[in-house]
């Protein structure tokens, strides 16, 4: 066999899977415009709904829940990154599931069988913290920004209010800085409570492991105090929510790696791959295929 027809036969697989790659990407990019449009046409009640965590505590205040739009297209805009929002959430598992379908023939059935958990947690996790951040984090935060208002001599003044006794400072929000405002929360938390999820996968594929990941424990920790100040708001409460959160997960993380290297540990000494320290400093026969804890396989 020549050297380009060895060549040719190569490049046949590669073709063909690119062909399906494009297939599932439209598939997957038609399933979101379909989830888009569906979310366009209940843009308004999504967005009512969005808004429920201000207009809690704004009630608790005795105000009126109006937010305004300081713009003619204000209003377009809104309605299209709901509908961007919804429409990414909706078509989500059927996006999950091309990209299941794409990579799953590649792999192992033992393979398959331990990256379809992660596939199934990941999308879980991030709802559990987009509500966390939308029912807890959302409204603590709003409740501290609108703390700074002033009212005047018509309304209930503040007991610092000072010389501007007079003056009324109130909220009068625009939809679209809200709206921006509450999916960073929503984002953000739901990104942050991956971590698990990753660290996990990671320590599947030995790239960490507990030890390692308690070594940098004082290193996360900073980490997470830096990552607490940038996407919460300079409200003590709310970072520390986050902080509290996002180090249990990381501690969580820990135990879940831990577990999956005594899983591995337990399948290898079945197996007979499993070599202690001990016995290796002994100088007994060991194969040149046996692993130490720390080796990767």
Not at 89 to 99: A, K
Not at 129 to 152: E, K
Request: hydrophobic content about 50%; some cysteine; charged content about 20%.
């Amino acid at each position: 066999m020549s050297q380009n027809d060895h060549i040719e036969e190569s490049a046949a697989p590669l073709i063909e899977h690119l062909t399906e790659l494009r297939q599932r990407l439209i598939r997957s990019v038609i399933a979101f415009l379909i989830g888009m449009v569906i979310c366009f046409t209940v843009a308004t009640p999504i967005f009512n709904f969005l808004t429920k965590p201000l207009c809690d505590v704004l009630a608790t205040r005795g105000q009126d829940c109006d937010l305004i739009f300081i713009s003619p297209q204000e209003g377009f805009f809104v309605a299209i990154k709901v509908s961007l929002l919804g429409g990414l959430m909706l078509s989500f598992p059927y996006i999950s599931l091309q990209l299941w379908r794409f990579v799953a023939p590649g792999l192992y059935k033992s393979e398959q069988g331990a990256f379809l958990p992660f596939m199934i947690a990941s999308p879980f996790m991030f709802l559990l913290g987009a509500s966390f951040a939308f029912y807890v984090v959302t409204p603590l935060a709003y409740d501290f920004f609108l703390g700074f208002q002033q009212f005047g001599a018509d309304g209930e003044a503040l007991p610092d209010a000072g010389v501007g006794d007079g003056l009324s400072v109130v909220f009068q929000g625009s939809a679209q800085e809200y709206l921006n405002l509450t999916v960073k929360f929503i984002v953000a938390f739901g990104l942050c409570f991956q971590l698990p999820v990753l660290l996990t996968l990671m320590g599947k594929a030995g790239l960490v492991t507990a030890e390692g990941l308690k070594v940098v424990r004082k290193y996360a920790v900073v980490g997470i105090l830096v990552l607490a100040a940038l996407v919460t708001p300079p409200d003590v409460i709310t970072q520390i929510i986050l902080f509290v959160v996002v180090y249990g997960l990381y501690e969580v993380s820990i135990w879940l790696v831990a577990r999956v290297e005594r899983k591995r540990e337990k399948e290898l000494k079945e197996q007979g791959l499993w070599f202690d320290e001990e016995e290796l400093e002994e100088g007994e026969d060991v194969s040149e295929w046996g692993k130490t804890p720390g080796s990767d396989g």
